[in-house]
């Protein structure tokens, strides 16, 4: 299967990182999957993605990638980010599965029990986000908590990705911290932060059965669990009752010209 892994942010600035989640992403990954990477065409910052301006500027990026996605013959397309950006708005145009992996690790961390806890970044307006995905995902009552660990994202995502454990390391004490409130099971909302955590193989609460969940990779195996369903169930990519109903290819066009989008 052709899995598109869009990008939020340009190749110019995405490119080592892309490399980092492709070492991660082939341990793991069926034989027979395949990976493309696809990059939006205006953002050039990460730490952009913590407010909401640019995220919703950026959204119309990203769906223009799962558009492509879905014309040019992939199987699925996954966003490389944990705020799941234009999965919902993406879903409502094309006909392959569109992956969300911090929803879809959140659902899989509910499985492995009662309580989920989040470790996210510095930034207090994106632990307020992720706590606004538990809600829009339905799982308010199975959260713990949120905590962020204390290194700021300039430094995370620059100088800790040359240093991971330093970074490993923050994730796991605040994760521990959320086991003792209550958490059964970590999700990291964080894109980033997933990738270290892999890369540093974190996947549990060390001397502990308590699993830490890497969004992308969950997302990743979503992505090809969707997939097989699709192909061999014959069960739909999404619901397309209510929220989910898929516009006409004649409405998409008429607003992508009315709103100058190519």
Not at 117 to 129: A, L, P, Q
Request: include cysteine.
């Amino acid at each position: 299967m052709k899995i598109c892994v869009v990008h939020v942010n340009c190749e110019e600035v995405s490119g080592p990182y892309a490399a980092l989640i492709d070492k991660n992403f082939n341990r793991i990954k069926r034989d027979d999957t395949e990976l493309v990477h696809r990059f939006v065409g205006h953002l050039k910052r990460a730490t952009d993605t913590v407010f909401a301006y640019p995220t919703l500027l950026n959204k119309v990026d990203v769906v223009e990638r799962f558009i492509e996605a879905d014309r040019d013959g992939f199987d699925a397309a996954m966003v490389a980010c944990s705020g799941d950006p234009g999965v919902a708005e993406a879903r409502s145009i094309a006909g392959i599965p569109i992956i969300g992996p911090m929803e879809a690790a959140l659902h899989l961390a509910c499985t492995y029990g009662h309580k989920v806890g989040i470790v996210t970044v510095e930034d207090r307006s994106w632990s307020e986000y992720c706590d606004m995905m538990v809600g829009a995902a339905g799982l308010r009552d199975r959260l713990s908590g949120i905590g962020r660990i204390s290194i700021p994202s300039k430094e995370a995502f620059t100088t800790g990705f040359l240093n991971p454990e330093v970074v490993g390391k923050e994730i796991e004490r605040v994760a521990a911290q959320l086991v003792e409130d209550g958490a059964n099971s970590i999700v990291i909302g964080s894109a980033g932060l997933s990738v270290i955590a892999s890369t540093i193989g974190l996947s549990r609460l060390s001397d502990t059965e308590v699993p830490i969940f890497d969004c992308l990779s969950i997302g990743l195996k979503s992505a090809e669990m969707r997939v097989d369903l699709t192909q061999k169930l014959a069960i739909p990519e999404y619901s397309r009752a209510g929220f989910g109903t898929r516009m006409e290819e004649k409405d998409v066009e008429r607003l992508r010209s009315l709103f100058a989008v190519s």
